[in-house]
């Protein structure tokens, strides 16, 4: 019995032993050492004399002496950042970090190189094998595709990158619109002082809202001049509005065939807080005598004939005709609701076409007073259907409203009791219906469970 | 309601009163070697109805005024014991005491079910599209179908009639074990315990169980109690090539002890650092402990507790072109860190297990069986996150060969070429690019370890009658409830090197990128809650009743069950895609389910060999939590068309038995009606009429989906000689969808869902496993204590997953609402047609010799060669959700190698598994 209870004995620590020694390794694990030591390499060429390697068409082979396979190794400062995904599978490099005299784009296959290649880090970069070329007039390095130049493959483009330990400030250089055609600027980071998104472009996004296609954006100084800034649609700004003020704007000068263009890296290289150039901050334009009424009855003086000039759905209630409340004490349209009216976004009147509009349009002009707790938005046809929008926002004095990507109501309006004038830029919108008798031209919308009290006079469009 | 309660005491006083005339056959079962009680013992008188279980101390009582007198022959069985049949003398109207029993461990039984348990415990917790498995549920199974299916045919992910795993009850001390989730059982929540776990009863499809009303594959309920254990302990220790590489275990039982106390207790433990997969570690402890008092005769009150913390290394799907360049055991998920594997998708389970059982023997007629159970804790399933940073998937199809290959300016023979070194020298993780990028990066985490997570409370609480109340009649009826509290989060666990994380979604702008507006931009770090957070409430109550008549050549049954069960869902993030109030925060709108259900059955005793039975059954049963919220991480919003589910079943057998043959054969159908399903993933091919971008991540919602499973299966045993066992198996199933379901989808990225009316799914077969499965083996068991037995197993009929969206109106639609110029009708069914798996054969080889040290040791070994000729087969697969429509999927299948082919998981190679125990 006693050799028994030894088995027992013996198997128990047999097992207790089988335990122990059967360790999996748990999931915490360290941070490794990462490298942080400047590489060991001999820079012996640089951006200048790639680009000066290039004869124009075909790309050319980066190489020492015809077939030699010499290392080459180039060194630069990085000014994109692809973080924002506005700039995508390209590196932007230049030869220092202030009063560069070359860029160039690395075009890769590599994405999200902010990482580990930021704005003003410094690289090595090895170039000999590769090809130098302009895609649409831009300096670049990658491979070669055809007649093209075409983009490093990303474990290629790993191994011939090398990251220094210096991290520096790039101090973009400050140059106007008239300059942007300096080659020697090109995949440079530079800068623009008192420039502003052009009126036409208020109330717009950086990008393309319904798509991911990248758009063109002007900017313009104060001069007059203007060049392109090009935002991708896959940006993650692409929904933010353009500021509206005056400013300086920070960006990589870059080109596509005869036009420069310009590219931020995100919104931050866009500082526009300033007033506005050519706003003369005095009394808006008043409509010249070329400007007649958008459609029938917009003085609201016939009423009849306003609501005979309406689309099937008519007008809402709670807008009437109001006598002797217009501008000069002539008729207008009164809109008055409290929070329990309507629980909809509602169209007060959607108004036809009526024969003699101008084939040539620049604004539609109108007067309002009053007050109330939601803004107004306006719908301006076009003859396909489709129509443009206006968003009144805040408001309180004289103000021209450009259109918008959809109908918003928020704001409030309160005039002081002052009539005020509201301009809708038609400059650069195609298509309004100033030709189809019968068909809609313009709508008015309030938004829903609001107060108003408004007074509207005088449509006229010129 | 008290007439009810008045008419059922009324039965049960005249059951009692019955007593005093009955004969009675009374008798004691011991252990041959030990001399220790036996419990749980089936005892029956041949050719009758009457029969008897033993109890803790290894007693037996028949009762019955219609016990046939004279010369009868009593059958006992018990799993691991020697079935015995000894005649015996009964006198009519008096107390007929037996001398007491012997019966002997049937040690190649034993052994085997040891080999078996092992065998198939792996691969029931498996990742996503294996994790249905119903192996599991067929391990007490003494049927020669069944058994096969569950040891042979297990790791080919066959199931049994097409049945899920959700199909099937798994109870333990009479609780249902299956989760409210995904009405699954969770198997790991009692791996490692099966010395504690060979006392289980189960029953085959619909037929009546006294435990529970029972599903489509059948109920297991498995019974943990102290005094049920027989007296002793088992120290053993496995070896494999499986999931895990080592185990051992240390169990032992009190037995019934003279104060009326009995214990039990286990300790166990599994491991690998890499099991058959690469980089799979494994790592599960297992404690159990039991007590049990007997208070009196009448009452015992035991309590349970089992806690077998587990983590596992999850295996990927991959491609074949990926299984080309790496071979069948390629992982993806994991990396070298510090010279270890480490593997990025782990599956974590701790959920402690406790309850408490009283049995009470209201009369020796009936008993009454009251159960608590409690159990918490949590799952945790680990991925990496990446944001504005590389996907780190090592198999990402832009890392592989076909993708230059398939490059729109024509094959980049330069870049595949770079792919293909690359993927066929590393092809894993590359953790310290993780690390790098985030370090030199220096602002919050690009990279980053997170865990989807749930912790549960789970309340359950049952009673179950069992009455005798004639001799001919028993009546079993239950209650049960169950309350769950889930709470569902993602939770960070390692910023890989990051300075915090920054809680948005990179994938969408503005409000819309925020995870909970609530608290917005928020800057976490590790073991902070982030992405989505959300409660699951859930509440059943069901009831069953169910008769069972036996007469002497007819046994019927019949069972009714009504249940109510109620989800809700309560937002704790306010979702910036979903900001209205009670949209993501908040709670949802609240699901209530009505079930009810009734079955019956019979079987008709020709006579001592043959006999037939019959089931048939119509019940209906609640979505699960799982299917009834559209997108739960996200928002409230529930499954249009969402409701209870609907299964009819037929089946009948043809029994043949005798000393020499046993035979089963059975035919079989079930329909099972509006089932919803919901998948998620990235679609590229999305046709909504005014929307430019065909890409979105999706939740996929399908719902009134129909199945149909119709088959038959056989099952013959013959033993040829004392000695030498033959035995075949076939299973002839056809699983297939019996309708075209409704299909829509939802995403973040568009506002309202989009219909695309019906998947045209309609005779496309239900993936799992090979519809076809047969087995010719032989098993020899030497009387020296030693066996081995060898199985060829042929499969046929496996199916791929299909993609129902690429089955609607999206396939051909563009986005302008038109068919696509180029749709060529022909080509689209080509495209369309469902791939069917390779036939395969697989041959398992088994064998084990014990040793009787002296009265009370023994010392065993087991060992077990799977797919011994190292068959290479795939077990499963599904088609990508990325090429949703003729045109994505025509361009990637005219490819050489597709980029988006179908991904697959194989099954093991040739395997092994041995097991050496001492048993005392």
Known sequence: MRKFQNIKILSFLFLIGLIATSCVHDDDYSVPDINMEEPNVTVNTDIATVKGMYRGFEPVRIESGDGSNREMYLEGYVISDDESGNIFKQLFIQNAPENPSAGVVI??????????????????FRVDGLYIGEYAGLPTIGIRQGTDVGRIEIDDFESRILRSTTKTEIVPTTITLGSVNDESKLATLVKFEGVQFPDNLLGQYYGNLDNTFSVNRKIEDCDGRSVILRNSGYADFKNYPLPTGNGSLTAILSVFGND??????????????????????????????????????????????????????????????????????????????????????????????????????????????????????????????????????????????????????????????????????????????????????????????????????????? | MNKIILSICTVLLLSFSAIAQSTVVKGKVLDTYSNEPIPDVEVDIQGSNFHAQTDAEGTFEIFG?????????????????????????????????????????????????????SLSEEQLDEDEGTASNVSGLLQASRDVFLSAASFDFSSTFFRPRGYDSESG???????????????????????????????????????????????????????????????????????GNRSYRGRVMGSYNSGLLANGWAYSVLLARRYANEGYNEGTLYDANSFFASVEKKINDNHSLNFTAFYTPNRRGKSSANTQEVYDLKGSKYNSYWGYQEGEMRNSRIKEVEEPVFMLNHYWTISPRTELNTNVGYQIGHTGNTRLGYDNAPNPDPAYYQNLPSFFLANSDGPNYEGAYRAYEKFINDGQIDWYNLYETNILYGGTSRYYLYEDRNDDKQLSANTILNSQLTDNIQLTAAVNYRNLNSHNYAKMLDLLGGNGYLDVDTFNQ??????????????????????????????????????????????????????????????????GSYPDENDS????????????????????????????????????????????????????????????????????????????????????????????????????????????????????????????????????????????????????????????????????????????????????????????????????????????????????????????????????????????????????????????????????????????????????????????????????????????????????????????????????????????????
């Open chain 2, 169 to 239: 009850k798994v109870l333990i001390n009479g609780l249902e074990m299956n989760k409210l989730y995904d009405g699954r059982p969770q198997w790991s929540n009692w791996g490692g315990l099966n010395d504690v776990q060979r006392n289980q009863l189960f029953t085959m499809g619909m037929s009546a169980s006294e435990y529970t009303f029972g599903d489509l594959a059948g109920s297991t309920n498995i019974i943990m109690r102290a005094s049920q254990y027989r007296k002793g302990g088992r120290i053993s220790y496995a070896s």
């Open chain 2, 585 to 920: 925060f908040g709670k949802s709108e609240k699901l209530n389910f009505s079930t009810y259900g009734a079955k019956g059955g019979f079987t008709y005793k020709i006579n001592g060999k043959n006999a037939i039975t019959a089931n048939g059954s119509y019940f209906t049963t609640p979505p699960t939590m799982r299917n009834s919220f559209s997108n739960s991480r996200q928002n409230n919003r529930t499954v249009i068309g969402l409701t209870e589910e609907t299964n009819v079943n037929v089946d009948a057998s043809y029994i043949y038995r005798t000393p020499f043959i046993k035979a089963r054969l059975t035919g079989y159908y079930s329909l099972l009606q509006d089932g919803s399903e919901i998948s998620f993933f990235y679609a590229d091919g999305i046709s909504i009429q005014g929307r430019t971008a065909t890409t979105a991540f999706i939740q996929e919602v399908l719902t009134d989906i129909d199945k149909r499973n119709v088959g038959m299966e056989l099952g013959i045993e013959a033993q040829v000689t004392p000695t030498i066992k033959l035995k075949g198996a076939a299973a002839y199933g056809q699983s297939t969808y019996a309708n075209n379901p409704e299909l829509y989808i939802t995403s973040d990225d568009f506002v309202d869902p989009q219909f695309f009316g019906k998947s045209f799914l309609k005779d496309y077969h239900v993936a799992g496993g090979p519809e076809q499965a047969y087995q010719l083996g032989f098993e020899y068991r030497d009387p020296a204590f030693w066996w081995f037995g060898v199985t060829a197993n042929y499969f046929s009929h496996g199916y791929i997953n299909i993609s129902p969206l690429a089955r609607t109106k999206n396939f051909y639609t563009d986005t302008d609402g038109m068919p696509f110029a180029d749709y060529d009708a022909e080509k689209a069914r080509q495209l369309l047609k469902q791939e069917r798996f390779d036939d395969y054969m697989l041959v398992n080889v088994v064998g084990g010799k014990s040793w009787r040290l002296n009265r009370q040791y023994f010392l065993g070994f087991f060992a077990s060669i799977n797919n011994a000729f190292d068959k290479q087969f795939k077990t499963g697969g599904f088609e990508q959700g990325r090429n949703a429509n003729y045109k994505t999927l025509s361009k990637d299948t005219a490819n050489d190698t597709r980029v988006f082919g179908p991904k697959y998981w194989y099954g093991y190679g040739a395997n092994y598994y041995i097991n050496v125990y001492l048993r005392f």
């Open chain 2, 65 to 117: 005024d219609a016990i046939p007198e004279g010369e009868q022959t009593l059958i006992l069985v018990k799993a691991g014991y020697v079935t015995l049949r000894i005649p015996v003398m009964i006198a009519s109207n008096q107390t007929n005491q037996l001398v007491d029993i012997l019966m002997a461990v049937d040690l190649a039984e034993a052994e085997a079910q040891i080999g078996i348990i």
């Open chain 1, 260 to 462: 420069a263009q310009l590219m931020i890296r995100d919104p931050r290289d866009v500082q526009m807080n300033e007033p506005r150039c050519g706003d003369d901050g005095g009394d808006p334009e008043p409509p010249s005598t070329d400007a007649t009424l958008v459609f029938a009855g917009a003085d609201f003086e016939d009423w009849n004939a306003f609501i005979g000039g309406l689309n099937q759905f008519g007008i809402k209630s709670y807008a009437t005709q109001s006598l002797g409340t217009g501008v000069d004490n002539t008729a207008s349209l009164n809109i008055a609701t409290t929070p329990t009216t309507t629980d909809g976004n509602d169209y007060v009147f959607t108004a036809n076409a009526i024969a003699g509009l101008p084939n040539q349009y620049s604004k539609i002009t109108f007067y309002m007073k009053g007050s109330s707790s939601k803004s107004v938005s306006l719908n301006v046809y076009k003859t396909d259907g489709e129509y443009y929008k206006f968003n009144l926002g805040d408001l309180s004095s004289s103000a021209t409203i450009v259109s918008a990507e959809n109908n918003q109501y928020n704001g409030t309006i309160n005039t002081g009791g002052n009539w005020v004038q509201v301009t809708l830029d038609l400059g650069g919108l195609p298509g309004v219906n100033v030709t189809a008798v019968g068909q809609n031209i313009f709508a008015l919308k309030i938004g829903k469970n609001a107060d108003y009290d408004l007074h509207f006079d005088n449509f006229t469009i010129e």
């Open chain 1, 107 to 124: 075009s890769t296959q590599a994405t999200d190189m902010y990482t580990k290649y930021g704005p003003g880090q410094k690289i090595y």
């Open chain 2, 510 to 575: 503005g409000d819309e990128s925020q995870s909970d507006l609530n608290n917005p931009n928020k800057v976490i770090g590790k073991g902070d809650a982030f992405k989505y957070s959300y409660e699951m409430n859930a509440s059943q109550v069901d009831a069953f009743a169910q008769g069972q008549f036996s007469y002497s050549t007819v046994d019927f049954y019949v069972a009714g069950k009504y249940g109510q069960t109620s989800y809700q869902r309560n937002g704790l993030y306010r979702n």
